[in-house]
């Protein structure tokens, strides 16, 4: 079994910061990919980052140069640093992982069931 889980959501003013954690734990011989996406009512999940095993990062244009991914490979787990938070931010944040849980699968996507942001006054 794998288990994804988030943590750190919460409500924050506009203009503040905040850092989610996310962490995979169970059967797992590798990450490839692990990334945080999100999803706000009436909208479609977005890709927020993503980061590789090897520390290339990724970002959607609207969080450049105010979120920043980190990827801690032997705990398995990824932070996302929020700052200069905007209510357009508020959403459900996803961690999603590209995990391989023994030698002979393949790799497989996992997903979190999300945390709430919610960057309001």
């Known amino acids: 079994q794998v288990q994804i889980v988030e943590s750190g959501g919460g409500l924050v003013q506009p203009g503040g910061s905040l850092r989610l954690s996310c962490a995979a734990s169970g059967s797992i011989v590798n990450i490839k990919i692990m990334g945080w996406y999100r999803q706000a009512p009436g909208n479609e999940r977005e890709l927020v980052a993503t980061a590789t095993s090897d520390g290339n990062t990724n970002y959607a244009d609207s969080v450049k140069g105010r979120f920043t991914i980190s990827r801690d490979n032997a705990k398995n787990t990824i932070y996302l640093q929020m700052s200069s938070l905007k209510p357009d931010d508020s959403a459900v944040y996803y961690c999603?992982?590209?995990?391989?849980?023994?030698?002979?699968?393949?790799?497989?996507?996992?997903w979190g069931k999300g945390t709430l942001v919610t960057v309001s006054s």
């Open positions: 999603n992982a590209d995990i391989k849980k023994t030698r002979a699968t393949p790799y497989r996507q996992y």
